[in-house]
C-alpha cells in the first residue's frame, strides 16, 4: 500500500473498451459505453459516502493523458484509525452495485486492498496505516514538512476516456 497510497500510482489499464456484436447479428460491432473521468470520481465519491469514509480529496491530473491514451484518477481519503476491513468492503460493495467488477484482493502489510474494473478502466483501492518513517521512506521526494503519518484509503486508476473535448481541425 506504501507506494500507491502515498504516490497514487500504481493501476493500470486493462485494455480498451469492449464491444459486443450488435443484436441483428450483423458484422458491424457496437462499442461499449465509454466511463468518463467524471463518473468514475461520481463512483468513488458514492463508494466512500456508503463506507463511511467522509469525503475524497482528489488529485487533479486527471485530464492529462497518460501514455497509450490513458487517463488517472487519483484521490485520498484521511480517516481518524486505520480504516476496518468492513469499512473497505463497504467501499468495494458500492462499486459492484454500480456495474464494476472486483478482480482481486491484495494483502498488504499495511492494509487490504482490492482491484475494480469497468469499462476500460481499472482502480487499486487500498486501506491503511503507514507511519511518518515509512511515508518518508516510501515518498523521498516528499518535503520534510509535508511527511505526515497516513490512516486511509487511496484510490488510484487509469482508464481510456480522459473525458476532455476533443481537439478539432481548423
Avoid at 459486443?20 to 459516502?49: F, N, W
Avoid at 487519483?74 to 467488477?101: D, L, N, Q, S, Y
Avoid at 482481486?104 to 492494509?111: A, I, V
Amino acid at each position: 500500500m506504501a507506494a500507491v497510497a502515498l504516490t497514487a500510482c500504481g493501476a493500470s489499464a486493462n485494455g480498451s473498451a469492449r464491444s459486443k456484436a450488435s443484436d441483428s447479428g450483423s458484422a458491424t460491432a457496437k462499442a461499449a459505453p465509454v466511463l468518463k473521468v467524471a463518473s468514475v470520481r461520481e463512483a468513488i465519491r458514492a463508494a466512500a459516502g456508503a463506507a463511511g469514509l467522509g469525503h475524497p480529496r482528489f488529485t487533479d491530473i486527471t485530464n492529462v493523458p497518460l501514455g497509450g491514451g490513458s487517463c488517472s484518477v487519483m484521490a485520498m481519503i484521511r480517516t481518524e484509525t486505520k480504516p476496518a476491513r468492513r469499512t473497505v468492503e463497504a467501499f468495494v460493495a458500492t462499486f459492484k452495485k454500480r456495474g464494476w467488477r472486483a478482480t482481486d484482493e491484495m494483502p498488504d502489510p499495511s492494509g487490504v486492498g482490492f482491484a475494480v474494473e469497468k469499462d476500460g478502466w481499472s482502480l487499486v483501492v487500498l486501506a491503511g496505516e503507514l507511519s511518518k518513517e515509512q511515508v518518508a521512506a516510501d515518498s523521498p521526494d516528499l518535503p520534510a514538512d509535508e511527511v505526515k503519518p497516513f490512516r486511509g484509503v487511496s484510490i488510484s486508476g487509469t482508464g481510456k476516456d480522459c473525458g476532455a473535448p476533443k481537439p478539432t481541425a481548423p
